[in-house]
């Protein structure tokens, strides 16, 4: 099935064999690996492994996320892209099974310390998660909650952050006469825009997503990528996602995952032009299911 | 377009489909239909109690003698007494006043009868040589040929042995107990001849009196004897002046209150006293009626204007019913009004044909009889329940007795001339008293415990206290409430400065230790992660076994060294034994299960992604609990404390065994109460079917499926709004 979008891009939702797409946003082509500076360098994980009881998860990551860029993780279903993602912001830690090893460092420092405090880690990384999951609030008040968390804050500079994060949602036009209205009444669609919306109120320094975009019309879709863009100048960036030519169009550096192993990391660029292993390829020609 | 039949449903399918369908709508509609029922089966019983009283003229008899001086019946009505001034006792049918029977009492002939004070059988004649006599008319089923017939017989009393009434005697009254006989009587003089012999028994001779006399003022004066034969009302008929004398003996009578029952200056017409004769029903030509009774004040009792009822036209006569407080005026205008004290009630009148020389209720009621010179109108009152009314459902009622109007629940007593009291405010107050203090130990302990378990206990132990908790509601409450009545209220007593200590120990030394423990290493806290309440027992346990250890070194600390006497010296409140601290510890446990499972149920069931959501966007634990899984959780939460609140309400064996059931209204920790349940269980077996009590304890009933009924809708109302607006599940 192919949708036509508003650029008049020819758009697959399932994994079809591409054209190389050349990235929109890519004015300025990011470096390559081996041109890192390490002050370029944002997370740095080290022989990271993750085990959910006895099943292994995650096997020996080990990969560096640049600063003010956007990561694409891709891979097949179960492969623990996810997994990786809520290692970030020490989401794992919910799950009692979850046993890690390795190391994480955010700017330098080890997220896993003792001395961390895991809420104010979470404040720096922030999550969209794969499902959405706005809070049985008003729709301002879900954009405001992580704010208020932070402490009290003047109204009307709480409306202009509310204001801003739905509008850099691409949710601001829908929802502006009904901010107080149950954000539950929402469609799905809306919904994953909100927790968006949600997630980049508090301003964090890196920002998860998983998969933002899933439930997404392609209207909506080529927003959150425009805002994903826009993030870009200011946050760092990782995204999970399923589709090949959206990891193509808005990410600067791609990682493939595989059965948890981090098969190969690289400018997506080359990743979808020349990747270096097979199975990379298969994956991206479609040739895995 | 190809068509395309759809496969139809298989009559199997369609047979199931239909059968459950109906069987489930039967379920339903059965369900309704004894709710209905039930309600309906309230309804049939209450509502005879707001059906307004009726008189209706049944019969006008002509051709009686004209002789009469007294006028009675048997108590189904099925006979007319007539005493009459030549010595006989006439019985007539009650339906065509033929003559059945007529007894010569005595050959002289009588001037006045009267019934002596205060049994119904009994009456005192006078005759023409001022002598006194006492008879007894009795009414007796009897079976002849398996035919019901009624035998009287007229029983001359003491062998037939007279009084001599002093010369010139105007008035005079008896009263009679167990021991003794008392009589009174007034001459023109104003000298007051009281008489007493002692130890009278039915077939012995009147012999021995003490007498004594004094003097009083001259006039026409009305006296008789008040309740007990202990008081003596003293009347002067014209200017309504009284004198209240208190009789212990009739050797030393002594006068307690001089007063008079002029109102704004209008003398009274006619004075009677109601049954019990504790109160006198004072007419006026205004047709005020006022009630006087004696009510307790520091000198003694003394006779106060109550309640006062108007009838619009002057009164001329007043007479009281034989059973309860109830009495019928009559005016100048020959109209004859009936109404009732306690409930202020005017509630029936009907127009008579000329002015009765005689006026008598039926012993039950049922039947005003007027007697005018041969002439006799049975007049029969439908008037069941008149003692109800909303005022005297729930709110003050000046009673008999009291110094002031008061909320009170009395149904019964051993007195027959006992002034019922219904007020249904104090069962309504201990209803929500002792569900108000259950709540206040139950919801915390509960909702604390539901949110501890459902967010920070380890799984493992989560599965033995969730069921463990919810068995305890499978517990007897009559096992409950015996154990809080017989076992805690004793221990609560004696420890009671330990006890109250508790309640602020406890809390404390938590706290403490919850400090002590988050300063130990982090590998000892994670090693006990979700475990930690477990470890939490046996310091409570240490902390309510040392605090109630020293119970005395704390009372003579704390309070003079007995909490008892100084909660009631310092702080003023009365301790009993089983009070609202007990009913709060016991029932409390008791609803502890019910609101903890259930919102626990509510807590726990809220997503794990909005939480994980919550805790993503940098909230604490503590943060999410509160503006995440509460708010969530809430519509549970709520609808858990109101179902509590409903089995507080409806709870009865614990409140029955451990309350006192005292009806008393007081919000008082140390004091018992009554509840609606509690009421209905201890007063129902003694009730007697359709009487005003009966039919009560079916409207407190009906009053507590109503409570019930609007916290449940008030509670699914609000559980809904907040359903709408936070619910998720
Ligand atoms: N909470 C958990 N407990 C146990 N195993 C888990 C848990 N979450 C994920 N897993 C397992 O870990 C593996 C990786 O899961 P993950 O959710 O990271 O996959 P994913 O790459 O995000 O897949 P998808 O593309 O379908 O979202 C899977 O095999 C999954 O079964
Ligand atoms: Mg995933």
């Not at chain 2, 167990?178 to 012995?204: P, Q, S």
Request: with cysteine; glycine share 6%.
């Amino acid at each position: 099935m192919t949708i036509e979008n508003r650029d008049g891009d020819s758009m697959n939702t399932t994994n079809v064999a591409i054209e190389v797409p050349v990235p929109q946003s890519a004015v300025e082509v990011a470096p390559a690996p081996h041109e890192w500076r390490d002050e370029d360098i944002c997370i740095e994980v080290s022989d990271l492994s993750l085990a959910y009881g006895e099943t292994a998860a995650l096997t020996n990551i080990s990969m560096q996320v640049v600063r003010q860029r956007v990561t694409a993780l891709i891979g097949p279903s179960g492969c623990g892209k996810s997994t990786l993602l809520r290692c970030f912001n020490r989401m794992n830690d919910l799950i009692d099974s979850v046993r890690i090893s390795g190391r994480i460092e955010l700017n330098g420092m080890e997220i896993h310390a003792p001395t961390v405090d895991v809420a104010q880690l979470r404040r720096r990384v922030g999550m969209v998660f794969q499902r959405p999951n706005p809070f049985p609030k008003s729709i301002y008040e879900n954009v405001a909650y992580g704010v208020r968390l932070q402490g009290r804050i003047p109204k009307s500079e709480l409306d202009d952050r509310v204001e801003w994060a739905l509008k850099n949602a691409a949710l601001w036009e829908e929802v502006r006469d009904r901010l107080n209205e149950s954000a539950l009444g929402m469609s799905g669609g809306q919904q994953q825009r909100l927790v968006i919306a949600r997630a980049i109120a508090i301003q964090p320094d890196v920002l998860l997503l998983d998969e933002p975009a899933s439930a997404l019309d392609p209207i909506s879709t080529s927003k959150i990528e425009e805002l994903i863009h826009q993030l870009k100048t200011d946050y760092t960036i990782l995204i999970v996602t399923h589709n090949m030519q959206q990891a193509a169009r808005v990410s600067d550096y791609t990682g493939f995952l595989y059965l948890g192993n981090l098969v190969e990391y690289d400018t997506t660029n080359i990743i979808f032009t020349n990747p270096t292993q097979k199975q990379t390829e298969d994956y991206i020609t479609g040739r895995y299911g | 377009m190809a068509s395309y039949t759809l496969p139809k449903i298989s009559d199997r399918r369609r047979w199931i489909n239909v059968a459950t369908k109906r069987i489930i709508g039967a379920g339903g509609v059965a369900v309704i239909a004894a709710i209905l029922l039930i309600m309906g089966y309230l309804f049939w019983v209450i509502l005879p109690i707001f059906e307004s009283a009726t008189m209706e003229r049944l019969a006008v008899h002509q051709g009686l003698p004209i002789d009469v001086l007294a006028i009675d019946s048997d108590d189904s009505f099925e006979t007319v007494t007539l005493i009459r001034a030549n010595g006989a006792v006439e019985f007539r049918s009650a339906a065509t006043l033929d003559v059945v029977n007529q007894i010569t009492v005595s050959s002289s002939s009588w001037v006045e009868a009267k019934r002596v004070f205060p049994l119904t059988d009994t009456y005192v004649v006078r005759d023409t040589n001022d002598q006194l006599s006492f008879f007894r008319v009795t009414h007796q089923v009897r079976y002849i040929d398996l035919e019901r017939s009624l035998i009287q017989r007229v029983e001359r009393l003491f062998e037939a042995s007279s009084f001599q009434l002093p010369e010139n005697t105007e008035h005079f009254d008896a009263f009679r107990s167990d021991e003794d006989l008392r009589i009174v009587a007034r001459t023109i003089d104003g000298t007051i001849h009281l008489v007493e012999f002692e130890e009278v028994e039915d077939d012995f001779e009147l012999e021995f009196p003490d007498e004594n006399d004094i003097t009083g003022p001259q006039g026409d004066y009305y006296t008789f004897f008040g309740p007990r034969g202990r008081f003596l009302y003293d009347v002067d008929r014209k200017s309504g002046a009284f004198r209240l004398l208190l009789v212990p003996s009739v050797m030393r009578p002594r006068i307690v209150q001089t007063a008079s029952f002029a109102n704004q200056g209008e003398f009274p017409t006619v004075i009677t006293p109601l049954l019990g004769r504790h109160s006198l029903m004072v007419g006026h030509d205004s047709g005020m009626v006022v009630q006087w009774s004696l009510t307790s004040s520091a000198s003694g009792s003394i006779l106060r204007p109550i309640r006062s009822m108007s009838f619009e036209e002057p009164i001329a006569t007043l007479v009281s019913e034989h059973r309860r407080k109830g009495f019928a005026a009559i005016s100048k205008e020959r109209t004859a009004f009936l109404a009732y004290t306690t409930s202020n009630r005017v509630l029936a009148e009907i127009e008579l044909d000329k002015p009765p020389q005689l006026v008598a209720f039926s012993p039950r009621a049922d039947r005003l009889l007027t007697y005018n010179g041969s002439t006799l109108s049975v007049i029969g009152i439908e008037n069941a329940h008149p003692e109800l009314s909303w005022r005297a459902l729930w709110g003050k009622v000046w009673y008999e007795g009291y110094e002031e109007p008061i909320y009170s629940w009395q149904s019964s007593s051993a007195d027959t001339d006992f002034e019922p009291k219904f007020s249904l405010t104090p069962l309504l107050f201990g209803t929500l008293k002792a569900a108000f203090y259950a709540m206040i130990f139950a919801i915390p302990l509960a909702v604390a415990g539901a949110i501890y378990t459902a967010n920070f206990m380890s799984a493992g132990m989560r599965a033995w206290v969730k069921p463990g908790i919810e068995i305890m509601a499978a517990l007897p409450t009559v096992i409950l409430g015996f154990l809080a009545g017989l076992w805690l209220a004793p221990i609560v007593e004696d420890h009671l400065t330990s006890v109250l200590l508790c309640f602020i120990f406890l809390p404390i030394g938590i706290l403490l230790f919850a400090t002590l423990w988050s300063r130990l290493p982090s590998r000892v806290i994670n090693s006990c992660d979700g475990w930690s309440a477990a470890i939490l027992i046996p310091v409570l346990v240490l902390l309510g076994w040392l605090t109630l250890s020293f119970d005395q070194t704390l009372a003579n600390l704390l309070f003079d060294g007995d909490a008892k006497s100084w909660v009631y010296t310092t702080v003023g409140l009365e301790y009993d034994q089983r009070n609202a601290l007990i009913i709060g510890i016991a029932m409390g446990l008791a609803v502890i299960p019910t609101i903890f499972s259930i919102a626990e149920d509510a807590i726990y069931g809220v997503p794990q992604h909005l939480v994980h959501g919550s805790l993503a966007l940098g909230a604490t634990r503590w943060q999410t609990l509160v503006r995440v899984v509460l708010l969530t959780a809430s519509p549970g939460i709520f609808s858990a404390i109101m179902i509590g609140f409903g089995r507080a309400v409806g709870e009865t064996m614990i409140v029955l065994m451990a309350t006192g059931n005292t009806p008393i209204m007081d919000l008082n920790l140390f004091q018992g109460m009554r509840t609606f349940a509690a009421n209905i269980a201890v007063e129902m077996p003694e009730s007697e079917a359709n009487s005003s009590h009966f039919r009560i304890l079916f409207l407190t009933a009906l009053v507590l499926f109503l409570i019930t009924f609007i916290f449940n809708t008030a509670a699914e109302i609000v559980r809904n709004r907040l359903r709408t607006r936070y619910g998720n599940l």
